[in-house]
Structure formats: C-alpha cells, structure tokens
C-alpha cells in the first residue's frame, strides 16, 4: 500500500537559512507528489507539484523540489527563508487513476526565527 | 471568486451527540473531497463525491459517518453518534476535473472535539 513518510515532524531554522522538508514514499505504481502548505487558520494551499518531465519543480514563494525516482524521494527546499514561510508543510502523493485522492505525510513544522 | 467554505470552524459535542459538517465547494467544482485529521497523525482521505455521486468512499471510517451531496453543490458529513476517537479537524476540497494533475483547493477545516 502507498505510505507517505515525512521525517522530521518540526523543523526550526534562523531567517534567510537555506531548509530542507523530507520526504519518502512508497508505492508499487507510478504517482503524482505534491508539497502543501497550512498556515495558521487557513486551509492547506499548493505549493508545487511533480506529475512528469523536468525533476526539478519550482513552485510559489521560492520553493522548489525534486523528485528521486531512485530514493522514492520528493524533498522541499527553499534557500533563505523568512519569518513569514513558519508554517505546517504537507507532502502528500497520488495514484493515477485514484480520481485524485491524496495521500499525505504526517506534515512538518517549520518554524523560522528572527 | 469565493474559496472552498467550511462551516462551522468549530465545533464541541458530547459523546453520543449528532454533529453536521457543512462544506461549500469553488463554484462549477464538480469533484468534492472529505479528509480528516486526527491529532498528532496525518491527513486521511475520507471519500470522494463526483457532482452527486460518491466516486470512492473507501476512507470513510464506519458506518457512523454519512456523506452527502445535495445536487452536487454542497455537502454535509453527518457524524451519529459521536465517539471521542471522531475529534479531529475534517478538511473539504474542490476541484474542477478529477484526477491529479487538477489542483485541489482545500477549505479552512472544522474543528471537531468530542468529550
């Protein structure tokens, strides 16, 4: 069965430090990876998805990722953060033909200090 | 254009009480999905409505659970009775086209607390 696996549940970083989000999954088909973000009181907003091509996405707010076939890996990277990336980070998969059902880590909290 | 629209933010119930959780999806979205998040775990799909019909609800936990899409514009998840293990934050979202090169557009969530 497909698992998403996020490993470091809270991650805290100084402003303008480059971070890192991992995260693994695994699945016996090819999927479709996706990094969302949660905000405090707000819904969860895409940052950037892979579905094929380049392995290298870029998404909003400087964010970008890269997909490893090899290590079944999708990490999120950005390389200066600011105050206002702290946030809850979702990295979540999709099956082709699941009609779009998302499966997700178990997020990850960034927290950026001044 | 208004986003996806959950109501009530907030909710507290007893156990074995009814709660009804309404989500309004993006205008023209004909796909809904209900998810659900228990504390401390990750974001778990519950089911999957195409206009009025339910697609896959093979997330949905029990019998206890009851989804519904009313002329495929809004839908209401119906929790009867209540148990503690039910308290978590339940996220809708839209989309246009099923599928998953087509963005899902998440609500704020309702935070539900059974005690």
């Known amino acids: 069965a497909q698992s998403v696996t996020q490993l470091d549940s809270q991650v805290p970083v100084f402003e303008e430090a480059p971070v890192e989000l991992r995260c693994n999954y695994s699945s016996s088909v090819s999927v479709y990876l996706f990094w969302y973000v949660q905000y405090p009181n707000q819904g969860l907003q895409l940052l950037l998805k892979?579905?094929?091509?380049?392995?290298l996405v870029k998404g909003i707010n400087g964010f970008e990722a890269e997909f490893n076939k090899s290590q079944t890996s999708f990490h999120l990277r950005k390389p200066s953060v600011h105050i206002s990336d702290t946030a809850e980070y979702f990295c979540a998969v999709s099956e082709n033909n699941q009609g779009g059902k998302l499966i997700f880590g178990q997020g990850t909290e960034l927290s950026v200090k001044p | 254009e208004a986003g996806v629209t959950q109501f009530p933010s907030h909710s507290v119930i007893e156990k074995g009480q009814t709660v009804t959780l309404r989500c309004d999806p993006i205008?023209?979205?004909?796909?809904l999905y209900w998810y659900r998040r228990v504390m401390g775990k990750e974001i778990k799909f519950l089911l999957h409505?195409?206009?009025?019909?339910?697609?896959?609800e093979s997330g949905m936990p029990n019998n206890r659970f009851l989804a519904e899409r009313t002329g495929g514009t809004y839908s209401t998840l119906k929790v009867q009775p209540a148990e503690l293990e039910d308290s978590g934050v339940y996220f809708c979202?839209?989309?246009?086209?099923?599928?998953?090169?087509?963005?899902?557009?998440f609500g704020p969530g309702t935070r539900l607390t059974v005690t």
């Open positions: 892979y579905l094929s091509g380049s392995t």
């Open positions: 979202a839209s989309s246009q086209v099923a599928g998953t090169s087509y963005e899902q557009y």
């Open positions: 205008s023209g979205h004909d796909n």
């Open positions: 409505f195409v206009k009025e019909s339910k697609q896959d």
